[in-house]
């Protein structure tokens, strides 16, 4: 059976994918990175929390000239979880300015980066929009 | 009670494509031209301080061009605040009282030269590894967001149109159109030529909403200055006194923590915080100033700092813009030189080449660009990472 792995270590693959963050247990401040203390207030115990999975584009680029290897144009933004700005592409969405904005809703996605020689999957994940009820 | 810092001399040289000239070449020029606007040699200069942030050339390298004295060299790498943070360096030591005059260098080889961050991505490898801080099995540049300068600066562009609203790729590629408008007065610049909105609207798209010429041109470029104390000032011709001109503030800050400044980079706050140490430094207020060298790296990035260094009211960047106020005619001209966009962004040289504008008009000696009766400028750079560098400049009244 081929397993999975996250691209990245702040991904949690299984039912419901979802980003989680360290965060501060003295100020509450929030981070993606592996952490040596707070950047706020130094201090060094961190709790894990969940990030919610929909969230508002606070701002964005489609990028069009990137290094070779990185498909363009691409959408590039920062969402707003519930207080916490992720980074992230968004997804299933035409690359234009006519069908990305600022303020669209969003939610998180996964898709597969592909299969290594091992038969282990990546999954990247990024945002799309949330369908307009 | 700390010494007052002056620039004595003070000189950039031309920004372009200088395939005959290396670093060294390039660094000599600007140093030697520099003392010799301050009518000092190497002999009377006590500190260096020296930045080639993509080069690897050094300021000992310099001394065996020009001259090896034994002064001590402070090397200085601070992103594209590397030039401000040479200056702030020499300046340091003399308000310190330790030497009479100091020498900051900063030069840069770009020509030619494409993405300087993100402009590399490493094959994936053959199997999924966890590597780095964020346990990444693949590169993420181009999978989790953009690491390329131009894309970061757009995102930061458009948070604030998210903020404030008024924002348009249209009202961007204005900004760049009024930077290419002042660059045709500046014999420095490296693309020296008139563009109209069109043209810039239509060219090669980047990172939306920066096309091409809204972005800073890589080229070849030094800039150095010498800074002398007070006390050794006074001492000096008048005809030196009467060109020198005073550094009222030097200020370098570095980005507090925000949440989300570890996501985006938060260029605002930092410059805020250098701008509010600036003005309570040099005991003026924006509204003192007759021009203004700020860091459009992006068309995107000179309106947030027109709200950063409060030349507007908090979120009025927009209306400050479209008030015609940052042209060279208008009540706070920004960027007469012709910005990164046009004069170009040889990295460690800018720090100090955004003073040489302000201290050109200061000193009267702009020729056809001359911002009429120039008292005080102010001189600003942002090094993504990130770090503020601020000069406010004043005209000498002797």
Redesign the interface.
Same mark, same amino acid.
């Given at each position: 059976m081929a397993s999975q792995i996250p691209l990245v270590d702040y991904l949690v693959l299984g039912d419901e994918p979802h980003l989680i963050a360290h965060e501060c247990e003295q100020c509450g401040a929030r981070y993606f990175d592996h952490r040596n203390a707070c950047a706020n207030c130094s201090g060094t115990s961190f709790k894990t929390v969940d990030i919610p999975t929909e969230g508002t584009v606070t701002t964005f680029t489609i990028v069009s000239l990137a290094a070779p290897g990185i498909p363009v144009p691409f959408v590039s933004a920062i969402v707003d979880c519930g207080g916490t700005p992720v980074r992230t592409n968004l997804v299933n969405v035409e690359p234009d300015p006519e069908h990305v904005t600022l303020g669209m809703k969003v939610r998180l996605t996964t898709f597969s980066l592909g299969v290594d020689s091992a038969g282990v999957e990546a999954i990247g994940f990024g945002f799309e929009p949330v369908p307009s009820s | 009670m700390a010494e007052n810092a002056w620039i004595l001399g003070i000189n950039m040289t031309k920004f372009g494509k200088h395939p005959d000239k290396d670093a060294l070449d390039l660094a000599s020029e600007a140093a030697l031209a520099a003392l010799k606007d301050a009518g000092v040699t190497m002999k009377d200069i006590g500190v260096l301080a020296y930045g080639n942030l993509m080069g690897g050339s050094s300021g000992q390298m310099l001394q065996k061009q020009i001259g090896q004295t034994g002064i001590p060299v402070f090397n200085v790498a601070n992103a594209c605040a590397t030039g401000a943070t040479a200056l702030r360096t020499v300046i340091l030591a003399v308000k310190a009282g330790e030497v009479d005059f100091g020498l900051a260098v900063g030069v840069e080889k770009l020509s030619g030269a494409g993405?300087l961050a $993100? $402009? =590399? @991505?490493k +094959?994936? +490898?053959? =199997?999924?590894t966890?590597h780095g @801080? #964020? /346990?990444?099995?693949?590169a993420?540049? $181009? @999978?989790? /967001? =953009?690491e =390329?300068m131009? /894309?970061v600066f757009?995102?930061?562009g %458009?948070?604030y /149109?998210?903020k404030y609203g008024g924002t348009s #790729?249209e009202l961007f590629a204005r900004i760049a159109e009024k930077n290419h408008a002042h660059s045709t007065l500046n014999p420095l610049a490296t693309y020296s030529k008139r563009m109209s909105l069109e043209e810039i609207m239509n060219d090669? %798209?980047?990172?939306?909403?920066?096309t091409r010429p809204m972005c800073s041109a890589n080229c070849d470029g030094a800039a150095a200055a010498v800074v002398v104390s007070d006390s050794k000032l006074k001492t000096l011709s008048l005809e030196q006194r009467r060109r020198a001109v005073k550094i009222a503030a030097s200020v370098l800050t570095t980005d507090p923590?925000e949440? $989300?400044c570890?996501?985006?980079p938060n260029v605002n706050t930092v410059t805020r915080n250098g701008a509010r140490q600036a003005y309570e430094t040099a005991g003026i207020g924006p509204e003192d100033l007759d021009l203004v060298e700020l860091h459009d790296c992006f068309a995107t990035a000179e309106l947030v700092h027109y709200d950063n260094l409060m030349l507007c009211e908090p979120g009025g960047a927009v209306d400050f813009f479209n008030s015609g106020a940052p042209w060279r005619d208008g009540r706070m001209p920004v960027n007469v030189s012709g910005g990164l966009e046009s004069k170009g962004h040889p990295i460690a040289a800018t720090g100090i080449a955004n003073v040489w504008e302000i201290c050109h008009h200061l000193r009267g000696e702009a020729g056809d660009r001359q911002i009429p009766g120039a008292k005080v400028g102010l001189a600003h750079v942002i090094g993504l990472g990130s770090t503020c560098g601020i000069h406010i400049l004043e005209k000498s009244a002797a």
């Open positions: - | 993405l $993100g $402009g =590399t @991505r +094959e994936d +490898e053959p =199997t999924w966890p @801080r #964020f /346990g990444a099995v693949a993420i540049d $181009g @999978r989790i /967001g =953009t =390329t131009p /894309g757009a995102q930061i %458009m948070e /149109g998210y #790729f090669v %798209m980047i990172a939306y909403p920066n923590w949440e $989300g570890q996501v985006l």
